[in-house]
């Protein structure tokens, strides 16, 4: 039997998959001794993930030392995982050998995504690294539309005639040497190039070699245009959970193909600027920004938020005379206030995430709606009893528990309202709910939590 206390855990060991806890150490260690021999060693084993979050977290002149010592290191997939103001910053410091070495075994779509957020400069760099062949493929995906299927999708297709045999697929690929290194089906077309189905390599590989393709058929074919948006591609493949889809001309020609892994990354990157622009702080804001890039980022929001909390305090000044009537209303506004803008920003971010993955529709808007508001009615009875003790017992005022008491009820009613309301209305106003309705919704609890505050101790205090 085992000793337990006999073993240890490695020093270096980490509890997920991340950078292992010595290698930022041993790099920079490796970077200030010049020593090219340990990076390529310590670089060898990494996953290009990996490799990419390590030059995200050192600082320019590190990442600039490191270049230089890691010559031809550098390939297009980890170009492909950096931040992109990051990777701008990398190309610019790339050997044009280098990133020709660094291109070369990318797919088109990769190349696409990797050159369209440069500037003119750096694109015609990139383009220039690329055979004539891809770079005709990269310049006209660049002509699509941008957040469009056609920059998302690959013009590298496996496809077969649909009156085929599992034998005539197999054969035919076996004897392909220019074949996508990862695709998932085999797609279908008629003699124009329309594609009519797709099968997967599990059942073509599992099945007779007599057997037709088109028996094989999955039941999950649909195919995506070239003008389609992303965000809609992105959507119908995490909703009907698709691995591959055709994407087709306005003659519902093959053009390309979109994966699983493009589509989940559009979602991932929708995801993260919501919760971004949720926060006030940009939907492109990264670690590796320079300090004016995050500062010009997040001054406009401050700058809105200035102006909510003036407005706020236009409302304070109104009832000047009942709070030097009545300090402890001082006391209490800022709960009342903090109170309904948490439960604001509660029901603002499932309503974001909501109408972000088209579970709100104009067909349960107003249910949700009614839910939400139960809820802060319920949430403010709670601590309106709460509340209304805290006046009694702190103020010996059971009249001033009383005010708060209400005005906390009123106050997370009207949060559930406009926490639901205010992103449904801006969406159908064709603006971003996760952008601007932060602060709408601060606004309406801070609002109307100081009018009903301050408004019933008016009334009913002095």
């Known amino acids: 039997m085992t000793d337990q206390t006999d073993i240890q855990e490695p020093e270096d060991e ?3 998959f991340g950078l292992p806890a ?4 041993d790099v920079l260690d490796a970077i ?7 990076i390529d060693a310590l670089f060898e084993p990494l996953h290009a993930a990996d490799i990419a979050d390590l030059f995200e977290q050192i600082d320019q002149r590190d990442r600039r030392s490191l270049l230089a010592l890691w010559k031809g290191g550098m390939d297009g997939e980890i170009l492909s995982e950096l931040d992109d103001n990051l990777r701008e910053e990398i190309i610019a410091a790339l050997a044009p050998a280098d990133l020709a070495l660094a291109m070369r075994e990318l797919e088109s779509d990769d190349v696409v995504d990797l050159v369209e957020d440069l500037d003119e400069a750096q694109q015609e760099q990139v383009l220039a690294s690329l055979d004539a062949t891809e770079r005709v493929a990269v310049e006209k995906a660049l002509a699509y539309p941008e957040y469009s299927a056609g920059r998302l999708m ?3 297709v496996v496809s077969a005639p649909v009156h085929w045999s599992v034998g005539q697929a197999i054969d035919f690929m076996r004897a392909n040497e220019a074949l996508p290194e990862q695709f998932y089906h085999v797609i279908l077309v008629d003699p124009r190039m329309k594609p009519q189905g797709y099968v997967t390599l599990g059942r073509l590989l599992s099945s007779r070699r007599a057997t037709k393709l088109v028996d094989l058929a999955e039941e999950s074919f649909r195919t995506f245009r070239l003008t389609d948006e992303q965000g809609a591609v992105a ?3 995490n909703q009907y959970h698709l691995i591959s889809a055709p994407v087709v001309d306005a003659d519902d020609r093959l053009v390309g193909v ?6 989940m990354e559009v979602l991932d990157e929708e995801h993260e600027e919501d919760i971004l622009r949720l926060a006030g702080v940009g939907g492109e804001s990264e670690l590796s920004d320079s300090v004016i890039e995050t500062t010009k980022q997040r001054f406009p929001w401050l700058a809105v938020n200035l102006v909510t909390a003036i407005l706020a305090s236009g409302v304070i000044s109104l009832f000047e005379g009942t709070i030097e009537a009545l300090v402890a209303l001082a006391v209490l506004m800022p709960i009342v206030a903090s109170m309904g803008g948490n439960a604001g920003t509660q029901s603002l971010t499932v309503a974001v995430r909501a109408i972000a993955t088209r579970d709100l529709t104009g067909s349960n808007v107003w249910r949700v709606i009614r839910r939400e508001i139960m809820v802060g009615a319920i949430n403010g009875l709670i601590f309106a009893v709460v509340m209304g003790a805290v006046g009694i017992v702190w103020f010996g005022s059971p009249m001033l528990g009383a005010v708060i008491a209400m005005a906390m009820v009123v106050n997370l009613v009207i949060a559930g309202l406009a926490g639901t309301g205010i992103p449904v209305l801006l969406e159908k106003l064709g603006v971003d ?6 602060a709408f919704v601060t606004t309406v609890t801070d609002v109307v939590g100081f009018f009903a505050f301050l408004g019933l101790a008016a009334v009913l205090l002095l």
């Open 258 to 263: 979109i994966t699983i892994d493009d589509a």
């Open 14 to 16: 980490t509890d997920d």
């Open 433 to 438: 709910p996760a952008l601007a309705s932060g």
């Open 32 to 38: 200030e001794a010049g020593d090219a021999v340990a």
């Open 235 to 237: 959507y119908a493949f």
């Open 154 to 156: 690959q013009v590298e």
């Open 22 to 25: 010595r290698l930022f150490d």
